[in-house]
C-alpha cells in the first residue's frame, strides 16, 4: 500500500476541539452559547443514532442541543409549525431535520420552510443559490468535510482535475460547487455516465459518493490522486455477518493513490464535526458577531 490514510477520525476530532474553543469564547465574550434543534420523525434506527450522536457532539462541543422526537404518523401541517416555532426561537440557532421523512411528508417542503439563516444542513434552495453564485451559503456537512480534507492535503487546488462521482443534491452537487470554487476542472459523473474507468482515471482528485459498494475499482485510479470515499454500504461477510465498505475498492485504490479515506474513520466522522461548525458560522452570522478564530 503506497497512499497516505487520511485520518477523518482524528482530523474531526481535531476540528471539534477547535468549535468547543470557539463556543467558549462566544460564551466568555459575547454571552452567547449556540443552540442546535434536531428533528427527527419516526423510529428509524439509523436515523435515531445519527440523532443521539449529534446530540451529544453537540453538547460536548459546549452548545445547547434540543432532540424533537416526533411519531411516526405525525402530519406534514404539525411538522411545519414546529419549523416555524423553532425559526422564531432566539436560543435556536440551528436547526436541523433528520432525513429520510415519511412518506408522507414533503420533505423539500419542510427543508424550504426552514429559516435559511438556521438551515445548518444547508439544503434550502437559498443556500444551494448562495454556494452557487458565490454568496455567504451554509455550505451541506458532508462535502464541507470532504472539502477541509482536501485542503489540508492538498492546499492550492487550482486547475486539477476533479471529477464527483453522484450527482445528488446532498453530496454530489455541493462537492462539485465547492471544487469549482477552489478552482479545479470539474467534472460529474453519474448513472448514464459514458466511460466511468476513463472519467475517473484522468482525475487528480476522485470524490466517491454513490452508494454502491466498492463501484469505483482500485485500477482505475490514477497514480499519485487522492481519493474521498463518502460511501457507506453494508456488505455481507462470509461468517454471516456484515460490514461497512465505501464506494471505491480500498485495498486496490491504495495501491495507485497518493492519499485515500477509509471507510469507516473517513468521510463520516466529519460529518458532524463540519454540523457543529455549521452551528457556529451561522450563530456568528445571527448575533453579527465575527466567527471565533
Ligand atoms: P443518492 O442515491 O442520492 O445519489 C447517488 C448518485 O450516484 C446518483 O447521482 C446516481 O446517479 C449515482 N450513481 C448510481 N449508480 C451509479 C453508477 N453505476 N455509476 C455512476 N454513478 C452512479 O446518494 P447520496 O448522494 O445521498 O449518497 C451517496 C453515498 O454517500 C451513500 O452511500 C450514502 O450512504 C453516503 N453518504 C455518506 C455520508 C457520510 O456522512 N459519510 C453522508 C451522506 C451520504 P443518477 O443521478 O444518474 O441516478
Known amino acids: 500500500m ?30 452567547i452559547t449556540p443552540g442546535l434543534a434536531v428533528v427527527i420523525v419516526g423510529e428509524d434506527p439509523a436515523s435515531q443514532i445519527y440523532v443521539r450522536n449529534k446530540n451529544k457532539s453537540t453538547v460536548e462541543a459546549g452548545m445547547n442541543s434540543f432532540e424533537h ?19 422564531n426561537d432566539p436560543a435556536i440557532n440551528g436547526i436541523l431535520v433528520q432525513l429520510p421523512l415519511p412518506k408522507h411528508i414533503n420533505e423539500s417542503a419542510v427543508i424550504d420552510a426552514i429559516n435559511p439563516a438556521k438551515d ?71 448513472s448514464r455516465t459514458r466511460d466511468l474507468p476513463g472519467v475517473v482515471g484522468r482525475a487528480d482528485i476522485v470524490v466517491a459518493a454513490v452508494g454502491r459498494a466498492e463501484l469505483v475499482k482500485g485500477d482505475w485510479i490514477k497514480q499519485g490522486a487522492t481519493v474521498i470515499d463518502v460511501g ?37 466522522p466529519m460529518t458532524i464535526a463540519c454540523l457543529l461548525k455549521n452551528t457556529v458560522t451561522a450563530t456568528c452570522r445571527q448575533a453579527g458577531v465575527k466567527e471565533p478564530q
Open 2 to 31: 503506497s497512499a497516505q490514510i487520511i485520518d477523518g477520525k482524528a482530523f474531526a476530532a481535531n476540528l471539534k476541539q477547535d468549535i468547543a474553543k470557539q463556543v467558549a469564547i462566544l460564551k466568555e465574550k459575547h454571552n
Open 69 to 87: 422526537v416526533l411519531p411516526e404518523d405525525t402530519s406534514e401541517a404539525d411538522l411545519l409549525a414546529l419549523v416555524e416555532q423553532l425559526n
Open 120 to 190: 445548518v444542513d444547508g439544503f434550502h434552495v437559498i443556500n444551494s443559490g448562495l454556494l452557487a453564485t458565490g454568496g455567504d451559503a451554509i455550505v451541506p456537512c458532508t462535502p464541507l468535510g470532504c472539502l477541509l480534507m482536501l485542503r489540508d492535503r492538498l492546499g492550492d487546488m487550482s486547475g486539477l482535475d476533479a471529477v464527483v462521482v453522484g450527482r445528488s443534491n446532498i453530496v454530489g452537487k455541493p462537492m462539485a460547487q465547492l471544487l469549482l470554487n477552489e478552482n479545479c476542472t470539474v467534472t460529474i459523473a453519474h
Open 232 to 268: 457507506i454500504n453494508r456488505i455481507a461477510t462470509d461468517d454471516g455477518k456484515s460490514r461497512i465498505v465505501g464506494d471505491v475498492e480500498f485495498a486496490a485504490a491504495a495501491e495507485r493513490a497518493g492519499a485515500i479515506t477509509p471507510v469507516p474513520g473517513g468521510v463520516g
